[in-house]
């Protein structure tokens, strides 16, 4: 890694800067800004003078916030883009804003690229080349971009419905797509590319750059005692959203300047020099509105366990769980599902995408925040059990290898059949979803049920503090925790259902929440609910970390980098991936 491009280096800031946080934010379109100061001054006075009797062993845990842990903070130098310094949380980062006006720098950024191959057609693909391709003809630039695919795979046909042919060189099969291409974005499953990475390695051009949106191939390799081959820069560039969102933003941003989805960039490997601004440029390509350094391995730790917890794989459990304690406590099934899925993709995450967790608290009546704060007490801790075993599963490489053993396990192998993901879709729950949504009006972002709202805000300020406690960047943080959850993944799933999601998704998501769902399912029915039950006292010490939590302030100045434009989604929006859509798995 050339160290005057992309240098890491370790401080251990301190926590005590929310009021600096707070006072650097001006952006008048965020009405809950100017009222945080208040919000919490309030809060203080009325809410957290009642008994702070704790009767549990839940409730009598630590739960002052120790100072951050030594984390990373990533510099690096760019000689094409301007780099801008943030504060978060009196954490100093650096990112590059993107926008389309930016589009000009890009034949800079990729001085002497003649091809980039981009690899699968699965989630990211599809976004990906057509975004690059679009943003470098805009840019005027003849660098070729060409997508590569398995000779005889049906996803040609989609490629030359997106305006990819054979004529013009922008399809072809996949090895000789990597072999004359200057950078190869490997876009395939992760299982595919644990399964294939020799071959791939093998047919790169020396020199050439290879592009990750995803730093799970370099788990897999370290798991191995392996590393990637040194004549080939290694870069990753990763969209916080799934690559459907990644398209639909770019398109809707064509009238508004910046409109996209924010990437984390990382810089493994720097051959000659030019590493970082290629990987920049690619960002900026893709139309991220601010793109921030974090390293392979950082991200994945982050992504996969995000997936596993808020993203997808949580959601997937505390819907279960609190639909069943809804229903089994007389409440009808329609209005349990509306006050479950439709609660948590709906109203909570546009109040949040747009305000902050704390709108999410404030906007409710005195009875709502006391139902908010006993869900939020006894949900806390449990979700954090989960995710802290989570993490670490994901940092150990035993998530990673159960990923790849999964994969194996699709085919008929050792004389046992094969077991291919099934369906969530045909249980009690999910069909009564279908009946929601097909009534449901347009626009209808559904109810806010208090209790709902605290779960699921303990969940993601769980996620939060465990990634804090990990030494992650606030900006990695923020996106996977917040930003990805509200702004890319729950609007799909508004539109489509969670189980939709959960089935359609790509295969490591998909099988994390097959995995883990079931995990927070069960701890929320047998420890939170059951404190619930008990009458447990609220955790006021808890509670009052929540409302002074530094996050709120650096997320209102993530909230300042966002384009303005808020995705539009429609019912039957179709986000399969390709292979699912043709097995019919």
């Not at 770019?250 to 030019?274: K, P, T």
């Amino acid at each position: 890694m050339a160290a005057t491009t992309f240098s890491p280096s370790f401080s251990t800031p301190s926590l005590n800067s929310s009021s600096r946080a707070h006072k650097t934010l001006t952006n008048p379109n965020l009405g809950f800004l100017a009222s945080v100061s208040r919000s919490l001054r309030s809060l203080k006075a009325t809410r957290l003078t009642t008994d702070n009797a704790c009767g549990s062993a839940m409730a009598s845990r630590m739960v002052s916030i120790p100072a951050v842990q030594t984390h990373i903070s990533l510099d690096f130098e760019t000689f094409v883009f301007k780099k801008e310094k943030v504060s978060l949380a009196g954490q100093d980062e650096y990112i590059v804003r993107g926008g389309r006006d930016l589009f000009k720098l890009l034949p800079d950024a990729f001085k002497g690229i003649k091809q980039i191959g981009v690899i699968g057609w699965g989630s990211q693909g599809p976004a990906q080349a057509q975004n690059l391709r679009d943003s470098l003809a805009d840019a005027k630039s003849d660098i070729i971009v060409k997508v590569g695919l398995r000779k005889g795979s049906r996803s040609f046909d989609e490629a030359r419905a997106a305006g990819f042919s054979e004529e013009n060189g922008t399809l072809g099969d996949i090895w000789e797509t990597i072999s004359g291409s200057d950078i190869v974005l490997l876009l395939i499953s992760d299982a595919a590319q644990a399964d294939n990475y020799e071959k791939i390695f093998s047919y790169m051009k020396p020199n050439s750059i290879l592009g990750l949106s995803h730093g799970f191939l370099l788990g897999h390799l370290q798991s191995k005692g392996l590393d990637f081959p040194k004549n080939i820069s290694v870069i990753a560039v990763c969209p916080k959203g799934m690559g459907p969102s990644v398209r639909r933003l770019y398109v809707q941003g064509r009238e508004i300047n910046g409109a996209g989805i924010n990437s984390s960039f990382g810089v493994h490997q720097d051959v000659d020099g030019r590493a970082t601004d290629v990987a920049l440029g690619w960002s900026v390509a893709l139309g991220s509105p601010f793109t921030f350094a974090t390293t392979l391995e950082q991200e994945y730790k982050s992504d996969i366990f995000g997936e596993r917890g808020i993203l997808l794989g949580a959601v997937h459990g505390i819907v279960e769980s609190l639909f069943r304690r809804y229903t089994e406590n007389g409440m009808s099934e329609d209005l349990a599902y509306k006050n479950t899925v439709e609660c948590i993709t709906g109203i909570i995450s546009k109040t949040i995408s747009t305000q902050g967790m704390l709108a999410v608290y404030n906007s409710l009546s005195e009875e709502g925040k006391r139902e908010f704060e006993t869900a939020y007490s006894a949900s806390y801790y449990p979700c954090m059990d989960i995710l802290y075993e989570c993490y670490e599963d994901v940092a150990s490489g035993s998530e990673i290898r159960s990923v790849v053993l999964a994969g194996q396990r699709f085919y008929e192998k050792d004389g046992l059949p094969a077991f291919p993901m099934g369906k969530i879709d045909q249980t009690r729950m999910w069909k009564v979803g279908e009946r929601v949504q097909k009534a449901r009006p347009s626009g209808d972002l559904g109810p806010l049920y208090p209790f709902t709202a605290g779960v699921y805000v303990a969940l993601m300020m769980a996620q939060i503090e465990i990634l804090r406690k990990k030494g992650h960047s606030y900006s990695e943080i923020i996106n996977e925790s917040v930003i990805e959850a509200v702004d890319s993944l729950n609007p799909f799933m508004h539109a489509r259902g969670v189980s939709f999601m959960v089935d359609n998704c790509s295969t490591t998501a998909r099988l994390g929440s097959r995995k883990w769902a079931p995990r927070f399912d069960y701890i929320l029915t047998q420890q939170a609910l059951v404190a619930v039950d008990k009458g447990t006292p609220i955790n006021q010490d808890l509670l009052s970390n929540f409302l002074s939590d530094p996050v709120h302030g650096a997320i209102e100045v993530c909230a300042q980098l966002r384009p303005t434009v808020d995705i539009s989604v429609t019912p039957d929006a179709d986000f399969v991936r390709p292979e699912l859509r043709q097995s019919g798995n």
